[in-house]
């Protein structure tokens, strides 16, 4: 026992030790840190007038007691307060006030009222004698205001004189004042402060004069305000108001909105989810139908000497100043101008003077053309330039004019503009957007009609919706006579395709479904028809924007195949099932054909749940990038893979082993792209990747690229490659290289 407990203290004295030497060691540190360095700041009186005429010979005979000022609570602290936004504060930890804003305001405002020699007498207090007056002040605000594009010191004050006996308020001076600030230095900020309190008692000691009737026209003219603002009830005298409106619509009637691809001025403002950004103002050109189709506005300052661009539909962030705004279609002689002044915090939603022309091009089969146009004011018989139809079912976007309210004329075939063929007019009227559909001939391109077609204008609701269904095809012979000259081997190939789309864009809601079913079959001579490829895909996916880059997402996706795959050979061969386990279920001996699929099977079953970023949305650009929470599920039915040739009794046999069904949950990642680029190119990915959580399963992915090259309208050069990794089904990449030339039949 006495051994135990002699062990046992040693062993508390070596804890103690430690616990000493650690100490030592965070002091040591501690002290060999370096200090944190804080900056303490003031509010300074500058004894120097700067309206001497506001000084008085023979001051007012009173006694007037400068009493601490009243702090909103936010800012009755040492720290600095930084405004970020409407909505975010910051106290500075290193950029104190030394003396607290409740003692050195009043400080300043009481030797102000000494220098001027405004009372008999001015104390911050009275211990023996009672005031005749009291100086009572109340800050609602003291801030420096911070963004990326701006700086400014801004002060919210009350200053009041009451009398002590009955504590009347005789004058009243109220002021908020946010002055631009050139450096983000602390002490610039201060120095501001301080001249504002101080021209803001210069006010406050004019007013007192008034009130006392001294007022004369020396101290007017040394204030340099007119007289009538110079009033008891004036809560500011150098405020400029600004009326805020708070109706966003200008009178526009439905109908005219009906007409609109896009919603309101007021529902697209609010759906764009931009923040205002302090200091700056906003500019906003509703956009009549899909922004990218629209021409930008632009804006010019001559203080900045600077020009400023944005699409139609998109909010804009100017300093305050006055601007020439230009939009519209056209030369710039042709576009409409209004000058414009951008003021500080407030949303400016330019109303509607202009309106809205789309003209598609369609033959007779309502087949969309890409045929040029010219269009021309009647007025003056001015070019507005040339446009031309789009090809719709590409995912071409019309173009949309934005043009002065009048008559105009379109002409095709190159005519002049006062051709009596070939040619319409239309009238377009101020916030409404005009689709109108020509058809050409298509034998003799010559203008058949123009007009409005049932089908084309239909509710903004309608339109959200868009459905499209084609079927590709593609045919190959080859006639082979290397073999036999006499007897040539004729090979016929021919694939389908039918791909069926709907889509629902109405932000910030999204929907799509894409169904792909691949079909192809191939003879060859003293050959039965054979299936060569088949497939079918179902994809679904939903988004829900939050803003026009980021949203959550939930998808389902289907991929089977529709028959039994069937394994040929030229020779026979003998073949050996094998369940996943290894147990032998069956031989087939001397077979030239073998199914290895059965109908359906594998049935591939994928869903996810995740955060969408589209960071770009164009109509020849798009890109989304999506990642979340991902399930997928292989089921396989009497779906066999190669597994090796094995000598078994003395014959030869093809191993075929059954595949398990498998279910899988993880992190997946998606990346879906598509670009239409120069010369009919375009180029289309899908890379599906998931990250199973359970380490002992393998990570997979799909990765589906096609290139296409469109010769004429309905033929295109199509280059697919796919490539694929599961390890349930094999241990390496799958890669399968496609190149044929496509036929496509345009349902609707």
Known sequence: MKNYIILNCKKIKHHILIVILLFLITVIIGCSSPPIERHYYIIDYNPVPDNPGLILTDPLPFRVEVSNSRISRVYDRSQIVIRYSHHKIEYSDNDLWAVRLSGSIPDAISNHLVRYNTFTTTQRDFLIERPHYEVVTSVNQLEMIQSDYYIAANIDMDIFLR????????????????????????????????????????????????????????????????????????????????????????????????????????????????????????????????????????????????????????????????????????????????????????????????????????????????????????????????????????????????????????????????TLEDFFTVDIVKGELRTITMVIDSETNKLKGAGLIEGVEHTRELRDWRVSSTIHGSFNLIRDNTVDRDNPNMSYVINTQFDNRLNYDSYPYYFTSHNLTDLGITRESDQDFRLSSDSFKLRNTFVYYFSRFIGVYSRADIETQLFDEYLYLTESKNFRLKDSDGTHIKDYMDRTSFRIRQSLYPLVFREGVGFNLRPLNRPKASLNVRFGFGLRQDIYKNVFRFEGTQIIEGEYFDVYRHIDSSYREGTELSVLANFHLPFNLSYNTTADFLFPFSSDESSSYNWENIFSLRLIRQAAIDYKINLAYNKDIRDYTEIVHNVFLRLTYFLY
Do not use: C
Not at 209 to 229: G, N, P, R, T
Not at 335 to 353: A, K, N, Q, V
């Open 163 to 418: 009398r002590s006996d009955d504590l009347e308020y005789v004058v009243r001076h109220s002021f908020k004042k946010e002055v631009e600030l050139f450096s983000d230095n602390i002490e610039v900020f201060a120095q501001q402060i301080s001249m504002i309190i101080k021209q803001e008692t210069d006010v406050f000691i004019a007013k007192i004069l008034q009130k006392f009737e001294v007022y004369d026209e020396e101290i007017k003219v040394a204030l340099d305000v007119d007289e009538e603002d110079i009033d008891l009830d004036d809560q500011d005298v150098a405020k400029k108001i600004i009326p805020e409106r708070s109706d966003l619509e200008f009178g526009l009637t439905e109908e005219q909105i009906q007409t609109w691809l896009m919603s309101t001025p007021r529902e697209q403002l609010i759906r764009e989810s931009q923040r205002d950004i302090v200091g700056l103002g906003r500019l906003f050109l509703p956009a009549m139908s899909n922004p990218d189709s629209e021409p930008f506005y632009t804006l010019y300052s001559e203080e900045q000497n600077a020009n400023y661009f944005e699409r139609m539909g998109t909010s804009i962030f100017l300093r305050p100043g006055e601007y020439t705004l230009t939009y519209g279609s056209g030369a710039e002689h042709q576009r409409m101008t209004r000058d414009i002044t951008i003021i500080r915090d407030y949303t400016h939603l330019i109303e509607p003077d202009w309106g809205g022309l789309r003209i598609r091009v369609i033959d007779e089969n309502r087949n969309t053309l890409d045929n040029q146009y010219e269009l021309f004011s009647i007025s003056n018989a001015e070019s507005y330039g040339y446009g031309q139809g789009v090809l719709e079912e590409f995912g071409e976007q019309l173009q949309t004019w934005i043009l002065k309210p009048g008559s105009y004329k379109i002409v095709l075939n190159n005519y002049p503009f006062n």
